[in-house]
């Protein structure tokens, strides 16, 4: 009865904290505007869900403080990184409208080169945040970590995918859930797997 009960207050410990802090992350973005404030509050979020995982210790500071002062270590670096991975997308998503845009066999070459480009992107974001925060390095070297990683667990990746695709449908019927899950659970499940297929690797 006693692990029961420790096991459910544990849980609710959990749920509390991704809940501010997406709250905290939240509030973040709609501050400094969707694209300066997001990817400064989305590296803050993994940056204390990895620290919550890899030092328990760290529980015991409050979540704001350790929040605001990773958001504001590295605003510069996750902005620079942010914008450099939305320029690269949003090129291959004009090559892509252009390719299929001209027909013919040559088009549909180039088009299906530019989906499987935008694939293996997708692929690489979805673990580039937690590089960030793990290797502080240039923004070269954490997109290149990032995307050897996805395509060398490719498990990890496509459940990742699955979870938030529906996290996405589930947060569609029930927006209020967004609020307070929306980034904090893809993130904490992205750390915990990245966190331990990298210790395995």
Known sequence: MIRVNSGVAAICDWIAR?????LLWLGTTLAGGIVLGAFPATAAVYAVLRRWLTDPESKEQRTARLFWTEVR???VRANAL??????V???????GMIARGQ???????????AVAAGAMIAAT???????????????RYTIRTAWWYALSH?????????????????MGRYPA???????????????????????SA
């Not at 942010?82 to 320029?87: H, S």
């Not at 974001?125 to 923004?139: I, K, N, Q, S, W």
Request: net charge negative.
């Open 125 to 139: 974001v979805v673990h580039l945040p937690y590089f960030h925060v793990r290797d502080r390095g240039p923004a």
């Open 177 to 199: 859930l967004a609020v307070f899950f929306g980034v904090s659970v893809v993130g904490g499940l992205t750390v915990f797997l990245d966190e331990r297929g990298f210790r």
């Open 82 to 87: 942010g914008y450099t991975v939305l320029a």
């Open 73 to 75: 270590a590295d605003l």
């Open 154 to 170: 490719p498990a990890g990746t496509f459940t990742i995918v699955a979870v938030a695709v529906v996290l996405s449908y589930v």
């Open 18 to 22: 991704l809940a501010w802090l997406n």
């Open 103 to 113: 027909g013919g066999p040559f088009g549909q070459v180039m088009f299906a080169l």
């Open 89 to 95: 997308g949003l090129l291959l998503v004009a090559d």
